[in-house]
């Protein structure tokens, strides 16, 4: 390929407001403060005590923000964000911070996203690809399964030649708990269409992805 457009960073977060799937039940929405202070007593804690007498609340609050990617769609956050357009080149948009949860023990895991994808007659506005991200970031989730579908979700709305998507992250769960190895990075990938099929698509979008390096 040519031509390859690079862009990084990530753009404000969209409200969110609805389910990815609509077809899956909607989240409870019934009040669980009083649960988290029943944990803070099974731990040991006094929720009576001035640090903690607003804590459920805030985890609460904390816990919804952190999740609201269930109440997302996809087709809500792209919204009328797809254009006609004969562009072929790759089209990148590197470092999109991701932060989510591990479903396995509900820490945060943290990193970075690169996704690129080679269009066939139709372009996404730039800022929505990280929208996708965050869709998929803001749930209980496992890197392997995000990248995935980030990559699907692509491939589903613009139907382009080919979709690549790799993700470099952090995990508490290692960090903090377990093995505590402060410097592992978990890499997943996800390659759809020519990105799988074709060697050299493949080496440019992971040289780029990783900025030029081999991954630590």
């Known amino acids: 390929m040519s031509t390859t457009k690079v862009t990084e960073g990530t753009p404000p977060r969209p409200e969110r407001t609805r389910l990815t799937h609509p077809e899956q039940p909607s989240p409870q929405q019934e009040p669980f403060a009083e649960k988290v202070r029943d944990i803070l007593v099974a731990i040991g804690e006094e929720p009576g005590r001035e640090g903690l007498v607003k804590t459920p609340e805030r985890v609460e609050q904390s816990l919804r923000f952190l999740t609201q990617g269930y109440w997302m769609t996809v087709e809500e956050v792209i919204g009328d964000a797809v254009f006609e357009e004969s562009h072929q080149s790759m089209i ?125």
């Open 92 to 216: 990148m948009v590197r470092d999109i911070e991701v932060y989510s949860l591990c479903e396995h023990h509900i820490l945060p895991f943290f990193g970075r996203a690169h996704v690129a994808y080679i269009p066939n007659g139709k372009i996404l506005g730039l800022s929505k690809v990280a929208r996708i991200v965050d869709v998929f970031a803001r749930r209980l989730q496992v890197q392997e399964r995000m990248t995935d579908q980030i990559a699907d979700a692509i491939m589903d709305v613009l139907k382009p030649t080919g979709v690549g998507v790799v993700i470099e992250a952090a995990h508490f769960c290692m960090m903090m708990r377990g093995v505590e190895k402060q410097n592992s990075r978990a890499v997943t990938s996800a390659l759809r269409g020519i990105f799988r099929d074709d060697s050299k698509t493949r080496d440019e979008f992971l040289r780029l992805a990783h900025g030029g390096r081999l991954p630590e």
